[in-house]
């Protein structure tokens, strides 16, 4: 081999410091070559050293836009008809003219070719879906379960609140919807309210970095729940949007005067408005999200348990106590429990096990947390213990005889379902176990002292 | 070691992509946390421009988040994620044309690794500007390889190209840089 030829082969090789055997037996003769090799190495190790502006803040905000936006998710699923409606009441947009032009051709072309169906039958394989309502919530529920400083809780209740909203601003397309929407509104009313109150409990110093994002928010909810409420009215009244719109707005209103200002309500455009529309763009090369009557049918049978587990985070919110926040995750747990032996009855796999999954979390993150942080402060040989371990035990009573029911065999199609499902459940039973396994000895222990 | 912590980390971005294609958002935001810092230094490279960088890599992301059911499970995330920006950007090159921003020369105290490695604050900014000035083909080429990591497959996958084409265009990209930093290394070279 000669310089020219190992030379080229150095700057082709994926990484200069692994060289093949031949290229080899070159370089330990040749200290050109080796100097060659060394620049090689050089060059790629000090090209990741070059220097970028950093983009702390740009990153920062559409992280928070991702956790904080249920619209964001909703329309990154639904496709281009509701980004459609919104874009084109946005002011603050920085698309070019010719961009514009462009999307705007493939908009026509896509409404026509993709728009839901209102009145469609709810299509078979859509009923197994999972409910990213359902697991939003649960998620916001369990980190409520985990905190207990007022700043964190109000921010989680106002996600919580933007998830409601969201799915209430799903529905609204079509009138069929209006009770479940009103339920919902009602929901969102009563989680901003919880919101509200968190954010009293703020101390005064950090009432300006925590609540001002908050007010944001709530500046932004009333915004949109107006606009949509104006677009899709077509001479009726959206009472739920409107309810929203009034609720959202007298929070901020609160809101502001704890922090003291006199802040307008101010709507920020998102800026991610172009992005919304390149994400319905590529989306609408895949198949349509549910339509608005599908969501509320799925909604509806979500109902029982979205309810539960809002009315388990406002208590969660309101609650110091650990014992009194495992008891409440509990609780939930259990009206999980029983939709999971529903399904499981019914033969519905896919339904049995994403509801296990959530019925884990609770108890892993809800129940098995609040028992240890209740626990942190009660000896092991302790009257104290009582009340822990009676929720061990009603969590075993949960647990167990869904247990057997997913062991069940039954449906060769649904076997795979139950087997996870049943993972799941024994996964969140076990977390609970393990975190009062040493004082459930020692009960036993000092209940019969000759087994020491 | 090292070995087991790469094979937890795709495990762990496994786990993130199978939750957000159940619609947990809190699982994509980790993706987004992972990827963010890399795809915007790259799409800097590519455009020379911190908000179109920074546009674009939003712009990537929402689009990933947007067909993230397209995505199979398994493949390589990361050369899928990089395949959108690229498109992304060579969309925005189409119908915008931003001025472009200068290479920054505030380069701080440059620490590669071994000493008898390091090279001098001149040889960097040159360094800086030889690899702006390379055909875009080129540098997104380069940095895909030296900077993310990724085979000439890989690369292929993210530039739609041949990995033939992926390796020839790294090459290149090596080619005129050493050329360009020659005289200022032969000047260093103790």
């Known amino acids: 081999m000669n310089c020219h030829t190992a030379q080229r082969r150095l700057l082709s090789l994926a990484d200069a410091t692994r060289v093949p055997a031949s290229l080899r037996a070159h370089l330990i003769d040749c200290p050109t070559c080796q100097e060659w090799q060394r620049r090689v190495i050089q060059v790629d190790r000090h090209i990741p050293l070059l220097p970028v502006p950093p983009s702390t803040f740009a990153k920062a905000r559409f992280l928070r836009e991702v956790r904080t936006k249920p619209s964001l998710w909703r329309r990154a699923q639904d496709g281009l008809v509701q980004v459609v409606g919104q874009f084109r009441q946005r002011q603050n947009w920085q698309m070019t003219a010719a961009g514009l032009a462009a999307a705007a051709a493939v908009l026509f072309v896509v409404v026509h070719l993709t728009g839901p169906n209102p009145g469609m039958v709810v299509n078979p394989s859509r009923r197994n879906q999972p409910d990213p309502l359902l697991a939003s919530l649960v998620q916001r529920s369990t980190a409520l379960a985990e905190v207990r400083q007022p700043d964190r809780q109000a ?4 996600h919580m609140a933007e998830d409601l909203r969201g799915q209430t601003e799903r529905l609204a397309h079509s009138a069929d919807t209006r009770s479940s929407q009103e339920v919902l509104a009602r929901w969102y009313g009563k989680v901003v309210g919880e919101e509200v109150k968190r954010a009293q409990e703020v101390p ?3 009432r300006g970095r925590v609540l001002a994002p908050l007010a944001l928010q709530l500046a932004q909810a009333a915004g949109e729940a107006d606009q949509l409420a104006d677009e899709i009215s077509a001479g009726r009244t959206n009472d739920p949007l409107r309810s929203i719109s009034r ?8 809101l502001d005067t704890l922090r003291d200002q006199r802040a307008t309500l101010e709507l920020r455009v998102p800026l991610l408005a172009p992005r919304l529309m390149a994400a319905g763009l590529v989306f609408a090369a895949a198949e349509p999200g549910p339509s608005a009557a599908e969501q509320a049918l799925r909604f509806q049978r979500n109902e029982r348990l979205i309810q539960s587990v809002v009315d388990g985070s406002l208590l969660l919110a309101s609650e110091s106590d650990p014992v009194k926040r495992a008891d409440v995750c509990k609780q939930i747990a259990k009206v999980f429990a029983e939709e999971i032996q529903r399904a499981a009855v019914d033969h519905e796999g896919p339904r049995a096990a994403e509801l296990s999954g959530y019925f884990s979390t609770v108890l892993e993150r809800g129940v098995a947390f609040n028992l240890q942080s209740a626990g942190e402060k009660v000896p092991l040989v302790s009257m104290q213990n009582g009340p822990l371990l009676e929720i061990g035990a009603q969590v075993a009573q949960i647990a167990q005889p869904l247990e057997a029911e997913l062991r069940r065999d039954g449906d060769p199609r649904t076997q795979t379902y139950l087997k996870q499902a049943l993972t799941s459940v024994e996964n969140g039973e076990r977390q609970v176990r393990e975190v009062l396994k040493d004082r459930a000895k020692e009960v036993r222990l000092h209940a019969d002292p000759e087994k020491k | 070691m090292a070995a087991s912590d790469e094979s937890r980390k ?3 971005e496994s786990s993130w992509i199978d939750r957000a294609q159940k619609g947990d958002r809190e699982a994509f935001a980790q993706l987004v946390e992972h990827y963010w810092d890399r795809l915007y230094r790259w799409l800097y490279h590519l455009t020379h421009h911190q908000h179109s960088a920074e546009d674009l890599a939003q712009d990537a992301l929402m689009k990933a988040f947007a ?4 995505f199979r499970p398994g493949s390589n995330f990361q ?3 990089f395949r959108i920006a690229y498109n992304a950007f060579l969309n925005q090159r189409r119908v915008a044309n931003r001025s472009r921003s200068p290479f920054p020369d505030d380069v701080a105290g440059i620490d590669a690794g071994p000493d008898e490695q390091a090279i001098s604050r001149e040889a960097m900014q040159l360094l800086g500007r030889a690899v702006h000035r390379l055909p875009g083909e080129f540098r997104a080429a380069l940095l895909l390889r030296v900077e993310e990591g990724l085979s000439f ?7 739609e190209t041949t990995e033939q084409t992926a390796r020839w265009r790294v090459f ?7 050329s360009v930093l020659a005289p200022q290394l032969d000047r260093e070279k103790p």
């Open chain 2, 153 to 159: 497959r890989e690369i292929a996958d993210v530039l």
């Open chain 2, 67 to 70: 067909k993230l059911e397209t």
């Open chain 2, 10 to 12: 795709l495990a762990e």
């Open chain 2, 172 to 178: 290149k990209a090596r080619q005129k840089l050493l």
């Open chain 1, 155 to 158: 921010e989680i209740l106002g």
């Open chain 1, 204 to 206: 005064a110093a950090e």
């Open chain 2, 79 to 81: 050369a899928w994620l």
């Open chain 1, 247 to 254: 609720i959202a707005r007298k929070a901020k209103r609160e």
